[in-house]
């Protein structure tokens, strides 16, 4: 038991380790969530299984607050709504569960993020075009290489790492960076 605990500490440090060179990727991320939200519009995010839960995590964290006491921001995690999504799954395929609800949600201007550590999910690739068909910009939150989503998104924030649990290890670390960015920013 210790040598999976000793392995999966020192494969979290390394990874860890470089994560200070997506500095520039995570700064336009949560520039691009800033942009947005002074505009009034709403950051729309999804995910699936676990990344799912960090869709619904970083909305709670805008919605509710991070750390600081301040208003809430329009933020929906499109992961939650099990009649939704069970709708649209039955209706159509599951492909679209996403897709379909950035169509009756997303506006000019709206981001959507799609969080996937794979950046193959369907589902997001199904949603990331029918964002670019809104007017929406889009934030690709992704693991490996980035997959079929990276060339999709306006910006692709790509935790180059081949297992699923580091890669969500880092793509929590962002998420927390970029709600204090935006607290910081915009409730000084």
Same mark, same amino acid.
């Given at each position: ?41 709403? %950051?729309?995010?999804? @995910? *699936? ?7 619904? /995590?970083? #909305?709670?964290?805008?919605?509710? $607050? ?48 799609? %969080?996937?550590?794979? @950046? *193959? ?7 990331? /075009?029918? #964002?670019?068909?809104?007017?929406? $910009? ?51």
């Amino acid at each position: 038991m210790m040598n999976i605990f000793d392995d999966s500490l020192a494969e979290h440090q390394a990874l860890f380790a470089t994560l200070g060179a997506m500095r520039g990727e995570i700064e336009r991320f949560a520039a691009a969530a800033i942009e947005a939200l002074r505009a009034g519009k709403k %950051i729309l995010i999804m @995910g *699936n299984g676990g990344s799912a839960a960090d869709s619904q /995590h970083f #909305a709670a964290e805008l919605v509710s $607050r991070f750390k600081k006491e301040r208003t809430g921001l329009p933020a929906i995690a499109l992961t939650t709504d099990t009649s939704i999504i069970t709708a649209i799954g039955n209706d159509y395929h599951y492909n679209r569960v996403f897709a379909r609800q950035v169509e009756a949600l997303g506006s000019p201007g709206d981001l959507v993020l799609g %969080i996937s550590t794979s @950046g *193959n999910s369907a589902n997001i690739v199904e949603a990331m /075009h029918s #964002a670019r068909a809104a007017g929406c $910009r889009t934030v690709g939150l992704l693991g490996r290489d980035g997959g079929a989503i990276a060339p999709l998104v306006d910006l692709p924030v790509i935790v180059r790492h081949q297992n699923t649990p580091r890669v969500q290890e880092g793509h929590l670390l962002i998420i927390h960076v970029v709600c204090e960015i935006i607290e910081e920013t915009l409730f000084q």
